[in-house]
């Protein structure tokens, strides 16, 4: 067995043999270079529901930017003590440089609390809620994210892989929060060569 020992990307991982089980969450494109597509095929093309496929065709149908505000488990002091989380002014930020790089587009926001996410969040025209949350499992969920015409991310590895989907459809722009987390380190071996970050407080 191989257990990734941090976020950002470990030379071992190289030294693995066939057979080995491995744990993690890879959040880097330096862990799987030589197949990309082949981890995107099996993310994508992974089996979802009548319902799911549904909720996807609506909406890939009007894609808006995809805001990711992950809440849950960082609000708690052990989470957030050791993550952060990526405040409102940050969001604020983002959408604000989204305007300019996606001019005239609408955005939607996933978040594993909604009502906090709203209470931060909810005055801004042009910024609508997903409410079908609870009808998508994980991998539609990442599915749903990835539609978008643009991407603002949370520090979370959901978010991560969901704008890294995003980004293998094409140009798109990503903003990702700076420090990854409160050890100050800039995980800049996270992120793509394109994307973008701000800080996160």
Same mark, same amino acid.
């Given at each position: 067995?191989?257990? /990734?020992?941090?976020?950002?990307?470990? /030379?071992?991982?190289?030294?693995?043999?066939?057979?080995?089980?491995?744990?993690?969450?890879? /959040? !880097?494109?330096?862990?799987?270079?030589?197949?990309?597509?082949?981890?995107?095929?099996?993310?994508?093309?992974?089996?979802? !529901?009548?319902?799911?496929?549904?909720?996807?065709?609506?909406?890939?149908?009007?894609?808006?930017?995809?805001?990711?505000?992950?809440?849950?488990?960082?609000?708690?002091? %052990?989470?957030?003590?050791?993550?952060?989380?990526? !405040?409102?002014?940050?969001?604020?930020?983002?959408?604000?440089? !989204?305007?300019?790089?996606? *001019?005239?587009?609408?955005?939607?926001?996933?978040?594993?609390? *909604?009502?906090? %996410?709203?209470?931060?969040?909810?005055?801004?025209?042009?910024?609508?809620f997903f409410?079908?949350?609870?009808?998508?499992?994980?991998? %539609?969920?990442?599915?749903?994210?990835?539609?978008?015409?643009?991407?603002?991310?949370?520090?979370?590895?959901?978010?991560?892989?969901?704008?890294?989907?995003?980004?293998?459809?094409?140009?798109?722009?990503?903003? %990702?929060?700076? *420090?990854w987390d409160?050890?100050?380190?800039?995980?800049?071996?996270?992120?793509?060569?394109?994307w973008m970050?701000?800080?996160?407080?």
């Amino acid at each position: 067995m191989y257990k /990734q020992p941090g976020f950002g990307f470990d /030379q071992k991982i190289n030294d693995i043999t066939v057979g080995t089980t491995i744990v993690g969450y890879f /959040q !880097s494109p330096k862990y799987f270079p030589s197949v990309a597509d082949r981890v995107h095929s099996m993310i994508w093309n992974a089996t979802t !529901s009548e319902g799911e496929e549904a909720v996807l065709t609506e909406l890939a149908a009007e894609p808006r930017v995809t805001v990711h505000m992950r809440r849950g488990d960082y609000l708690g002091a %052990a989470a957030r003590a050791h993550h952060g989380i990526a !405040s409102a002014e940050y969001f604020e930020r983002a959408l604000a440089l !989204s305007d300019r790089l996606v *001019p005239a587009a609408e955005s939607l926001v996933f978040s594993d609390s *909604p009502d906090v %996410a709203r209470d931060e969040m909810g005055e801004r025209r042009g910024l609508h809620f997903f409410d079908a949350a609870e009808s998508l499992g994980t991998v %539609a969920t990442l599915k749903a994210m990835a539609l978008g015409t643009g991407f603002i991310m949370s520090n979370s590895s959901f978010s991560w892989w969901a704008a890294w989907l995003m980004s293998r459809a094409g140009e798109r722009p990503v903003v %990702a929060p700076r *420090p990854w987390d409160t050890s100050g380190e800039s995980a800049s071996d996270l992120l793509l060569p394109g994307w973008m970050t701000l800080d996160a407080r």
